[in-house]
């Protein structure tokens, strides 16, 4: 029996909309599809899917998402999911995992991917908007500037003091726990009126705030910091 195929599809940041032409066909054409589960149950990106294409006739797959901190653990998860999606392929069965945003970028897919390559499947990604290219259009700035470079900076495990050092714009994802250090952070940096932050965006919570001035106290893991270059980054 011919294998199936395994998919990593790329929704987007939380509109449906965004989803592309090319994303729509292949969720439609799969039998079954696999979405990681947060710990609280949820599935945001098969949420964001099911608003796109009917998903009532495929099987669904949930895949726990690997949160231990060890490395071992997390291979484990990972290869124990990765069974669970072979299975479907050995029978024959076209699979789509749907990922936030785009697959290449900070994707839980990229183990899957890995992983069922290693054992010998097809596999196959489809691109997706980015949270911060969607969060830059929602509010009407580019990200880029002449020459100037653009840092995407996952602002929980890295030094943000070298990062917002760094010459060009940078891009603040996945601040988590981290959001209120980050905040402070651009603050004193005198970035209140010039950075810019998107929470949830593209999902019916959405918050979008121009400016710093209006960023919440507390926010969570889908916040978005967009922070310009400076004058002399992009002039040089």
């Known amino acids: 029996m011919k294998k199936g195929t395994f998919y990593a599809v790329g929704v987007g940041p939380g509109d449906p909309e965004l989803l592309t032409q090319k994303a729509l066909r292949i969720l439609q ?17 098969l949420s964001i899917a099911a608003r796109a294409v009917d998903l009532s006739q495929k099987t669904i797959v949930p ?12 291979r484990m998860c990972h290869e124990e999911a990765a069974a669970v999606l072979a299975a479907h392929l050995d029978a024959g069965r076209d699979t789509a995992m749907v990922c936030l945003g785009d697959t290449s970028v900070y994707a839980s897919s990229s183990y899957f991917l890995a992983l069922l390559r290693e054992r010998g499947y097809a596999v196959k990604q489809i691109p997706g908007v980015p949270s911060f290219c969607a969060a830059a259009a929602a509010l009407g ?14 602002a929980g495990t ?8 760094w010459p060009g714009s940078k891009v603040l994802m996945k601040s988590g726990e981290e959001y209120g250090r980050a905040l402070q952070m651009l603050r004193d940096k005198g970035l209140d009126d010039r950075a810019a932050l998107a929470v949830n965006c593209g999902l019916p919570e959405e918050m979008l705030c121009a400016t710093l001035r209006c960023a919440p106290a507390r926010s969570g893991y889908f916040t978005t910091f967009l922070v310009p270059a400076d004058a002399d980054d992009a002039s040089s």
């Open 141 to 154: 700035r580019s990200l880029t500037e002449m020459d100037a470079p653009l840092h995407i900076v996952p």
């Open 158 to 165: 890295t030094d943000l003091e070298e990062a917002l050092a």
């Open 63 to 74: 895949l726990p998402l690997a949160m231990e901190r060890g490395a071992a653990a997390r």
């Open 29 to 45: 054409g799969c039998a079954v599809i696999a979405a990681p589960r947060g710990k609280g149950g949820a599935m945001t990106a």
